[in-house]
């Protein structure tokens, strides 16, 4: 495996792993949360399903996994995603990153790959803080 190829390897599998831990532990909240305002519904868990990306032409570009809870004695609704894509920019895209960003190379090589996890939290007490992180 390249270099290259190692790290894109390394980063995807962080990523997914951090996911795992992230929806353990919501999970685990919702577990514990047994005395209190809205203790006597189910606890939440995640609805877990596969994203796919595909390029123009229809080939594979990628995908990740998306990961829903709704409806919880704590959270309201919580989304943990991950994914790891790839493909090639379009002419406008290349051109605005080209401009805008220190990218070495991004104006000869439109190729990209990226990879990473979003999460948003909704509780159910209204004094709280939703949570938004990408």
């Known amino acids: 495996m390249s270099d290259m190829a190692e790290e894109k390897h390394r980063a995807k599998t962080w990523f997914w792993e951090l996911r795992d831990m992230i929806v353990a532990a919501f999970e685990d909240l919702e ?17 877990v399903s596969e994203t796919k990306r595909h390029s123009d032409d229809g ?19 919580v989304g943990v995603n991950v994914s790891a894509v ?3 920019l379009k002419p406008d895209a290349q051109a605005a990153m080209a401009a805008r960003k220190d990218m070495p190379g991004i ?7 990226a990879s990473g996890i979003s999460l ?10 939703a949570v938004h992180m990408n």
Request: charged share 25%; aromatic share 10%.
């Open 120 to 129: 948003v939290a909704h509780m159910r007490n209204p004094q709280c803080p």
């Open 86 to 88: 790839y493909g090639t």
């Open 59 to 77: 080939s594979d570009a990628g995908g990740g996994l998306m990961s829903v809870m709704r409806g919880g004695r704590v959270f309201e609704k």
């Open 31 to 47: 577990a514990r949360h047994t005395d209190g305002p809205f203790s006597d519904m189910a606890p939440g868990a995640f609805d």
């Open 107 to 113: 104006k000869d090589d439109p190729r990209f790959w």
